[in-house]
């Protein structure tokens, strides 16, 4: 290998190092950033309501904490609490207050902020109206002995209607406004993000099922999901632009199977459709209630409002083992498609007072009048784990995965600003729990310097390729002349000075290699050159560089002389003291051609022709939520008075730079 290419081969190996070293201090400084864990919010404990059972979460709300329990809601922005006393009033029964999940006594607060009275503008299209009394308050996850998160100034409200039984912990991530557009108020959901407190504007949700192994509780995750809970597929739902009905999917059929296999469907017709954990029932066209009433032999309460089921009636529905598969999709009908089973005992829930006189089991269906009614609720998702990123827009559905005894496997999702980085979390913060080290992502620097550095090796790679293909073979080196070989060679330098067959500049008579005019070049030329020019090819005066005897008036000079004059390359080599010498194959340079004046003026006593310079290296490349309304008009054709008037607002902003108006006018 010629120093030369070593030279090269070094440089390049210098500049790989460099660039993996400024790649691993830029790599350090991104992961200083540090991203903050997935919160894993853990459920009561409790199984409770009066059209469940479900699984509910505990707050803590106002100073000194108080711990109501409630019920997720993905279409809700606020904390609503039942009221003390208004929600047990006197001559109730004495289990009501832990009945509705305990109560809230904001004049034993002292960080309330009363409001007022408004509208609760949540489920008004399907003609749940009631109002709630406003304020802000302090509101924490799980109970005193956790470590949850806690936020101040969160809009919280009191309710006492029975319609909703227990309260509700909004995740959608609007803001509400109280009067005027100027002081929108984070949601709690979004408040944990403007706090560094989550990874991203995401969450994870299931309602937990009462009938599966020893009682799965219900899974809430904000900033990530839970693997260990559901069987993944690679299908995303985008979000719908009606922030108050986002997430939605195409329901292109209902498929009932019985224990013997056959299939009944009981989709007349694809529709759209919210998925929304805030009510239990799922609201479906007329057709399709009417098949369902068919084929489980159903009947429709009118006084009510249900589907109740009588003891003979369950006993056989049971015994059926009904599957009810739901087939999932962004259309109506066709393309691509995913498919939830839900088993009869997703659909067997008990009614309690004060929803019925007495207890009875129910079917939780119920007709949907239009498209804006129909609903998947709390029921659907006791096997469907629903996950909603909102920075993305997107959010997709799973099959609930029920194996006893798996481990809890957190993924956190990164925001959009942090997706290329590394996480610099490695554990979950659990409201509630411990929870085992999740994954991390894998960082940039990383990644580029490896990129970088394989082409960077590849490079070098191809440049000593071709500088082996292309670079002189070594000269044999001849042996030390001695004796007599030693005179020979004291001769030859005697004669340096004769040039009349130098192949370069010599007297006045110089032979040029390329074709001039008034030069014989290198190819053959006239049958008969001019008197005194020799040319090394056909002529009377040539003089051969192959071997035989010299020309007269010196030796010629020898091919393995280190002069500066470049020899020429050809294809045989002199024998010298019968001895072989590998011949070398160099690139024969150009060389310049001598000018007319140069041609007749005096030779120099000490021609030198300038070295020729080696070929310069080659070059190294290196590697190298339209801002919107929140909701649609949350108006409810049902208002009830009020004295004050409150304006909801929603907004798809969520850092709060942009609100669009969305106005909601309630009487007190």
């Known amino acids: 290998m010629s120093n030369r290419t070593m030279a090269m081969m070094g440089m390049l190996l210098t500049l790989l190092v460099l660039v993996e070293l400024s790649l691993a201090s830029s790599d350090s400084d991104t992961t200083n950033k540090t991203i903050p864990a997935p919160i894993v919010v853990a459920a009561s404990e409790f199984w409770e309501g009066s059209d469940g059972p479900w ?66 503008g949540l489920e008004t299209n399907l003609e749940y109206n009631a109002n709630g009394d406003y304020g802000l308050e302090t509101v924490g996850l799980g109970l005193q002995a956790t470590s949850g998160p806690t936020m101040e100034s969160q809009v919280v409200a009191g309710i006492n209607q029975y319609n909703f039984y227990l309260g509700i912990f909004g995740l959608n991530p609007q803001p509400t406004n109280f009067s005027n557009f100027d002081n929108p108020q984070p949601s709690f959901f979004t408040a944990l993000k403007n706090q560094n407190l989550i990874p991203s504007l995401s969450w994870s949700y299931t309602a937990g099922a009462p009938y599966r192994l020893k009682k799965v509780f219900g899974s809430l995750i904000f900033g990530g999901y839970d693997v260990s809970k559901y069987y993944p597929n690679d299908f995303t739902f985008p979000m719908a632009p009606d922030i ?46 009417q098949a369902f009433e068919k084929a489980l032999g159903l009947t429709y309460n009118t006084t009510l409002n249900l589907y109740l089921v009588n003891e003979t009636l369950h006993n056989s529905l049971v015994e059926q083992n009904y599957t009810f598969t739901f087939q999932l999709a962004n259309s109506e009908t066709g393309g691509s498609s995913i498919e939830i089973v839900l088993p009869y005992s997703s659909f067997d829930l008990t009614a309690e007072y004060p929803l019925v006189p007495s207890n009875s089991s129910y079917f939780p269906l119920k007709i949907g009048t239009n498209d804006t009614q129909y609903t998947l609720g709390r029921t659907f998702l006791q096997e469907a784990y629903l996950t909603a990123d909102y920075e993305r827009q997107n959010f997709s559905v799973s099959q609930c995965r029920w194996e006893d005894g798996l481990p809890e496997h957190i993924i956190p999702i990164l925001s ?41 090796v590849l490079a070098a790679l191809g440049y000593l390729a071709f500088a082996f293909a292309t670079c002189r073979k070594p000269f044999k080196r001849r042996p030390e002349p001695y004796g007599a070989a030693a005179e020979a060679a ?14 370069l500049e010599g007297h006045n008579n110089a ?102 310079s080696p070929p310069a290296s080659p070059p190294i490349i290196p590697a190298e939520a339209s801002s919107q309304s929140a909701t649609a008009p949350r108006t409810s054709n049902l208002m009830t008075p009020k004295t004050k008037t409150r304006k909801k607002w929603r907004s798809v902003d969520y850092t709060g730079a942009d609100y669009e108006s969305d106005h909601d006018w309630r009487q007190d």
Request: aromatic share 6%; glycine share 10%; net charge negative.
């Open 416 to 456: 959009t600003s942090d997706s290329t980085n590394t996480t610099g979390s490695t554990n979950s913060t659990t409201a509630g729990t411990n929870a085992p080290p999740h994954s991390s992502g894998v960082s940039a620097g990383p990644i580029a310097g490896g990129v970088v550095g394989g082409l960077l």
């Open 244 to 289: 108050s009905r986002d997430l939605v999917v195409g329901l292109q059929s209902i498929t009932l199977t019985d224990s013997g296999g056959k299939n009944t469907s009981l989709l007349p017709a694809g529709i759209f459709t919210f998925i929304d954990s805030t009510i239990p029932y799922i609201y479906l066209p007329l057709e399709a209630c």
């Open 490 to 503: 004291a001769i030859e330098k005697d004669h340096d000075d004769v040039k009349e067959n130098a192949e």
């Open 55 to 120: 699984s509910s979460f505990a707050l803590r709300v106002g100073t000194p904490a108080q711990n109501p329990r409630v019920f997720v809601s993905t279409a809700g922005t606020d904390t609503w609490v039942v009221l003390d006393p208004q929600g047990c009033p006197s001559g109730s029964d004495s289990t009501c207050a832990n009945d509705r999940g305990g109560l809230f006594n904001p004049n034993q607060s002292s960080t309330w902020t009363q409001q007022g009275l408004f509208g609760l």
């Open 511 to 612: 032979m040029a290699e390329l074709s001039s005019p008034g030069f014989v070049n290198e190819v053959q030329g006239s049958p008969t050159p001019p008197p005194g020019v020799a040319h090394e090819m056909m002529g009377d005066s040539m003089y051969s560089e192959l071997p035989g005897d010299y020309p007269q008036g010196g030796r010629r000079k020898s091919y393995f002389d280190k002069s500066p004059v470049v020899a020429e390359s050809h294809s045989l080599t002199p024998t010298i003291e019968d001895e072989p010498v590998v011949e070398p194959h160099p690139v024969r340079p150009t060389p310049a051609r001598p000018s007319l004046e140069h041609q007749e003026a005096e030779e120099p006593e000490t021609p030198i022709s300038p070295p020729v």
